[in-house]
């Protein structure tokens, strides 16, 4: 039945990688396509529920308490899509992998726990790299900084998931974080396109379906998979098997867009440099997990 486990595991990795490619495929600018998104996922996630007898209701208090992280989602998802827009995929997840440096700085200090000195001592190779990519290819600077300011959102959302998620179920606490996201998203969209005008906020059949897919394979499923995963797994092995994702999201950007001949040196030394730290601080949990839990063959 591991085998099995770790099957769902990979599967929802592999459809998390897909969210870059369908942000690149998806015409719509990143406001429109976060905006349908989260409209779209909502309706998912609730007949999930129903269909689950998931617990639906909660109170007014809790939804409002929620809808802080949706704030969160909401802005992260707008910096991540935005920089895939201004640059490619690639760029954009490499960009993200950054969150690992700024959620070892901030984390500390919203938990007022003591820094980790080797977290953040890793976390400094993944900036390395992405100073190496922003310095010596100029022709996605702008993409290489909402990036980073994705990840910087993203660091934020994990720290404040954490600690107000603790208290509901996931499916449930992810239902109205995603359709809080969408209020938000209604309530800021005109003013959102009144900076960033469009043609048209219909998007294509071709859109159309992407945003479908990518609101309940890449955005429910995923969750749902990861729920399975973890009633099998333990979430330190789930966490860990993340830190693939960004690599399934350029391989699959490389297969379908080609994005091997669009990037320099500098992207696979800094590339290098990412990887090295993913892999150190994955090698260093790993030990940390074994002594806690020597036991575990998880």
């Not at 797994?233 to 490389?254: G, Q």
């Amino acid at each position: 039945m591991l085998s099995y486990a770790f099957v769902l595991l990979h599967l929802s990795i592999l459809l998390a990688g897909f969210t870059g490619v369908l942000g690149r495929l998806i015409t719509l600018n990143e406001g429109l396509l976060v905006w349908y998104r989260v409209m779209f996922a909502s309706v998912f996630f609730l007949m999930y529920l129903v269909v689950k007898n998931g617990q639906i209701k909660v109170t007014v208090k809790d939804a409002l308490r929620i809808a802080w992280v949706g704030l969160l989602l909401s802005i992260h998802w707008l910096l991540f899509y935005g920089s895939i827009k201004y640059s490619n995929v690639s760029i954009g997840v490499v960009c993200f992998a950054s969150v690992g440096f700024f959620t070892a700085i901030l984390d500390p200090v919203l938990s007022k726990r003591a820094f980790s000195v080797r977290e953040v001592a890793f976390s400094l190779l993944t900036i390395i790299g992405i100073a190496l990519i922003f310095h010596f290819d100029t022709r996605y600077q702008l993409g290489i900084v909402l990036g980073v300011l994705a990840a910087l959102a993203a660091a934020f959302l994990t720290i404040e998931t954490r600690r107000v998620g603790s208290d509901y179920p996931l499916m449930t606490f992810l239902f109205y974080e995603i359709a809080s996201s969408f209020v938000i998203m209604t309530a800021i969209l005109p003013i959102y396109l009144s900076f960033f005008p469009v043609a048209t906020i219909v998007p294509s059949w071709s859109d159309f379906w992407y945003l479908i897919f990518l609101a309940s394979f890449c955005t429910v499923g995923m969750f749902s998979l990861q729920v399975e995963a973890l009633k099998r797994l333990s979430s330190f092995t789930v966490n860990l098997s993340y830190n693939l994702e960004p690599v399934y999201s350029i391989i699959l950007a490389m297969i379908i867009f080609n994005e091997a001949k669009d990037l320099n040196f500098s992207f696979y030394v800094g590339l290098a440099l990412i990887c090295a730290s993913v892999m150190l601080q994955s090698y260093f949990h790993w030990k940390t997990y074994q002594k806690s839990f020597p036991s575990s063959k998880n």
